[in-house]
């Protein structure tokens, strides 16, 4: 039996991973956690997967800024279900933001909490069971950015929170390894989801959420370390990383912003 949980399973990448993964174990057993803060779309979500024979479906509707109920969710996954064979970090959010703006610190904390606090609390009540497993292949899955590669104008929260999750993965791989927990880190660049519906001006290598889906669930597979998707980010990523500050800033000088929308989770 193939055990998976995925949070940010509502909607977006994390929705897109849930649906590939009862796609491609459509004839083997399989248990899918799917952990959102919309119930309805969890539920909903959860009987479409399970219209297929050996899909079991497990839906807790919760914040990731919420480590207890976050820990009692896990605790419930794993008395019933055993340990998971992958975690998947996939809650996310993103938002323009300003640091003049006063009004904005609610969300540059939000974007903080969820994207790298949220990704903290859903692997640390796994860690240790995942030690004592048995099973030939216990990961770790973080979903983090391109964006957190160089820090972009009017998303200093997004990229400062992108670029703290993958700082935080290679901790946690370094620290995993001599377990034979595997983590994973998958940046992706822009990929279609309600997340960049909102954005009003032009993304590169575009990527449908399905086709993201495979190559991502491709990467799991086979274990890597740390993965660009697409591979034509990857190749703009290790430029990036090479560009002087002063070449970055006048690149950068008009580049396009991010609106700063309100949304639901603030």
Not at 93 to 113: C, K, N, W, Y
Not at 171 to 185: A, D, K, N, P
Not at 199 to 223: G, R, S, W
Request: hydrophobic share 45%.
């Amino acid at each position: 039996m193939k055990k998976i949980f995925i949070t940010g399973a509502s909607s977006g990448i994390g929705l897109a991973l849930a649906r590939e993964y009862a796609s491609q174990y459509a004839d083997e057993n399989l248990v899918l956690c799917l952990v959102g803060r919309k119930f309805a779309a969890l539920e909903d979500i959860a009987r479409e997967l399970e219209s297929l024979p050996k899909t079991t479906c497990v839906t807790y509707a919760l914040d990731v800024r919420d480590s207890a109920v976050l820990q009692n969710a896990a605790s419930d996954f794993m008395m019933r279900y055993g340990t998971p064979n992958i975690v998947i970090a996939a809650a996310g959010v993103s938002r323009g933001t300003l640091t003049e703006h006063e009004e904005d610190i609610p969300a540059f904390q939000a974007i903080m909490d969820i994207n790298v606090m949220g990704m903290v609390h859903t692997f640390s009540p796994f860690i240790t069971a995942m030690k004592n497993s048995t099973d030939a292949q216990t990961q770790l899955v973080g979903i983090a950015s391109v964006a957190g590669i160089r820090g972009l104008p009017g998303a200093g929260a997004y990229s400062a929170s992108k670029s703290a999750a993958i700082s935080y993965l290679e901790s946690l791989r370094i620290e995993m390894q001599r377990y034979g927990i595997t983590v994973t880190t998958v940046a992706p660049g822009y990929i279609r989801t309600p997340m960049t519906n909102i954005n009003a001006y032009k993304m590169p290598f575009l990527m449908e959420a399905d086709v993201f889906a495979k190559k991502c669930i491709t990467a799991i597979e086979h274990q890597r370390r740390f993965i660009i998707i697409p591979w034509q980010m990857a190749w703009v990523a290790k430029l990036l990383r090479f560009i002087p500050a002063a070449l970055w800033d006048w690149l950068m000088r008009n580049a396009p912003h991010k609106e700063r929308t309100e949304w639901d989770w603030l």
